[in-house]
């Protein structure tokens, strides 16, 4: 123990992720969408405050239950109905102020693929996606070439002359894809673009997303409820209700999950327990000197130290205008746990020796956390005995 004393006046600040993008690079940058269907006393409100961000070169996927507005959101950001309330950035330009030929000019940018593939049913498959081709100005020597390659990456070389009522509803799939993929757009907005293909059929399809990704720098938007392909996500969203409930960033999920399993209260948890708890943990970034628990307050949240330092000070008067220092923790370790086990108030204030970046649980989660995994319990409650 060490006899430090502190004054306590420095008030708990928090940053949740920070944007990587600068706003002027984003590719869709949504902020406050509504949506109403319906007229007089049959409207209806389907969108609520919706806060969307994507950059260049993100795999954004988007899940949640059937109704709660996901196709209805997608639309909106590919100009296919005009924006009625809010922000809505998309390639630069804000749809809610085009004209009819504005609009246009922004859908002609992007790669559709939506769950009515509008295939024209007289022209084969090398000419459906010949045509788009063409609308968007591609030299005829090129195109021959280019279409044969699609469709034969997509599993389509021996159907390339077949039109779509000669092909199965996968194929079909495919050659809509072929379709919003060969002009190599910068954005693609797809609507359960896998939902009638077979596994390999699907992986294809999304590698060959992936790839424009990383290799072009191409933006995707895709719902699915495909969980067989969710590993190719950067970020995945979850809209419940018309609103975006949560948008987590999947790599920073994973680098919580393994950084977590080296924490002893988690070091039991199943990947899908630790997955789960990752998700719902915020990223704060304290500078030093910032007392994130102030002792006699109730608990709220529960921290894990990702880096940096904290020290725990307990007050030696009421008002916790003199306090004692009496332990440190870093990396690893966490804290706030007792608070949310007990319900009694904090025993101990919480002060950054250095700047760090702690991940916190909020307390509601926390609960649900403990309730679903009982190994996540019991070694809490083996802490708690001993602290
Ligand atoms: N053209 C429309 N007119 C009136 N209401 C609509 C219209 N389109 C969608 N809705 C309503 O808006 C809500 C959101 O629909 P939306 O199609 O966006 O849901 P979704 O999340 O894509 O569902 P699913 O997973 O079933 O495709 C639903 O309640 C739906 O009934
Ligand atoms: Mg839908």
């Known amino acids: 123990m060490n006899d430090n004393t502190a004054t306590l006046d420095t008030p708990a600040t928090s940053a949740t992720r920070s944007v990587i993008t600068p706003t002027s690079e984003l590719v869709v940058n949504v902020q406050g969408l509504n949506h109403y269907f319906g007229e007089g006393e049959n409207r209806k409100q389907v969108l609520f405050n919706n806060n969307l961000q994507v950059g260049p070169g993100e795999l954004v996927i988007m899940t949640g239950p059937s109704g709660s507005g996901k196709t209805t959101l997608l639309t909106l950001i590919g100009a296919l109905r005009s924006t009625q309330e809010g922000s809505n950035q998309v390639l630069g330009s804000e749809l809610r102020d085009l004209s009819a030929k504005g609009l246009n000019e922004v859908r002609r940018r992007i790669g559709f693929i939506f769950q009515m593939h509008n295939l024209f049913d007289s022209l084969t498959a090398f000419e459906n996606v010949k045509m788009s081709m063409e609308l968007h100005g591609a030299k005829p020597r090129d195109m021959r070439r280019e279409i044969i390659k699609i469709l034969s990456r997509l599993g389509l070389g021996e159907r390339i002359y077949y039109k779509p009522r000669q092909l199965s509803g996968g194929q079909r799939q495919r050659v809509a894809v072929a379709r919003a993929l060969v002009n190599r757009p910068k954005l693609i907005l797809a609507d359960e673009p896998t939902a009638a293909l077979d596994k390999k059929s699907s992986r294809d399809v999304v590698d060959m997303l992936k790839h424009l990704t990383r290799e072009e720098h191409a933006t995707i938007l895709m719902v699915t409820h495909d ?32 950084f977590l399993k080296k924490s002893s209260v988690f070091a039991n948890l199943s990947p899908n327990e630790l997955m789960h708890i990752a998700e719902k943990m915020k990223r704060e970034t304290h500078p030093a000197g910032t007392r994130v ?95």
Not at 235 to 249: F, Q
Not at 357 to 363: E, Q
């Open 227 to 258: 969980s067989r392909i969710l590993d190719v996500a950067d970020r995945i969203v979850n809209m419940v209700d018309g609103h975006i409930e949560s948008d987590v960033s999947v790599n920073e999920s994973l680098r919580l999950c393994e």
């Open 293 to 387: 628990i102030r002792q006699g307050d109730q608990g709220d949240k529960f921290y894990v130290i990702a880096t940096g330092k904290v020290d725990v000070h307990i007050n030696l008067d009421p008002e916790g205008r003199q306090t004692k220092w009496v332990d440190d923790m870093s990396d690893g370790q966490f804290f706030g746990e007792k608070a949310l086990l007990t319900g009694d108030p904090r025993n101990a204030s919480i002060i950054t020796a250095e700047d760090s970046v702690l991940y916190s649980l909020g307390k509601d989660d926390f609960h649900a956390a403990l309730s679903a995994s009982d190994s996540f319990q019991d070694q809490l409650r083996k802490v708690a005995m001993v602290r």
